[in-house]
């Protein structure tokens, strides 16, 4: 059975509903563990590996292989710049449009928000939506990725294009339409993939 959905720009993806499954960020957080660094996700390890391993026995390969995926596809610069460069392709493959990276696309201080997203709904945000970019100090574009919030400012880590690389950067005053825009992202396309890990592997090595 296929199920089809239509992307911002009106094109019309179909995917094996078999591969996918009703998005629950709460199912996702009883189920895994979160591996972070700070303010960064770095990845959801499955209780049940890290449970069945309490003994102190090595953890499984699949645990590394998993963090090792997306730390490559969310913090390696050089990798995030060919999906860029590939986003088009990306746009056009259901199984790659609706990968959800736990590290960078989740906005994981907002809990009165689904602020968690699509790779794909990301990129056509930038592409068709003004509302995730900004400019810094030096009038530098910069393409929002993730926002924090702090006490009385808001620290948004984002993408440039012009040094090819993300960075964390201050700022102040009303981020509503942000937080708005981060959950409509969501609401676009309310599904995740069940294979999720999986096709995250592939488009690394698609990439590289």
């Known amino acids: 059975m296929q199920q089809t959905f239509t992307t911002l720009n009106n094109q019309t993806l179909t995917v094996d509903s078999g591969l996918i499954e009703p998005f629950d960020y709460r199912k996702i957080a009883q189920s895994h563990y979160t591996l972070s660094t700070g303010a960064h996700i770095r990845a959801f390890i499955p209780r049940k590996l890290i449970d069945e391993n309490s003994n102190n026995s090595p953890l499984p390969l699949e645990v590394f292989q998993q963090v090792q995926t997306y730390n490559q596809l969310i913090y390696n610069p050089a990798i995030f710049q060919k999906v860029l460069e590939h ?3 990306i746009l056009q493959r259901p199984e790659y449009f609706l990968l959800r990276l736990p590290a960078l696309f989740i906005n994981h201080q ?3 928000y689904n602020t968690s997203f699509t790779l794909g709904s ?3 945000s930038w592409q068709y939506n003004h509302t995730l970019s900004s400019v810094d100090d030096a009038g530098e574009l910069m393409l929002i990725a993730v926002l924090h ?3 009385g400012n808001y620290t948004f880590r984002a993408w440039s294009p012009q040094r090819k690389d993300f960075r964390d950067i201050r700022i102040s005053g009303s981020t509503s339409s942000i937080i708005e825009e981060f959950e409509q992202l969501n609401k676009r396309y309310p599904v995740q993939l069940k294979e999720n890990d999986f096709f995250a592997s592939n488009l690394l ?3 590289k």
């Open 87 to 89: 986003q088009i392709e």
């Open 110 to 112: 907002f809990p009165e």
């Open 122 to 124: 990301l990129l056509e």
């Open 205 to 207: 090595e698609e990439l």
């Open 149 to 151: 919030p702090g006490p």
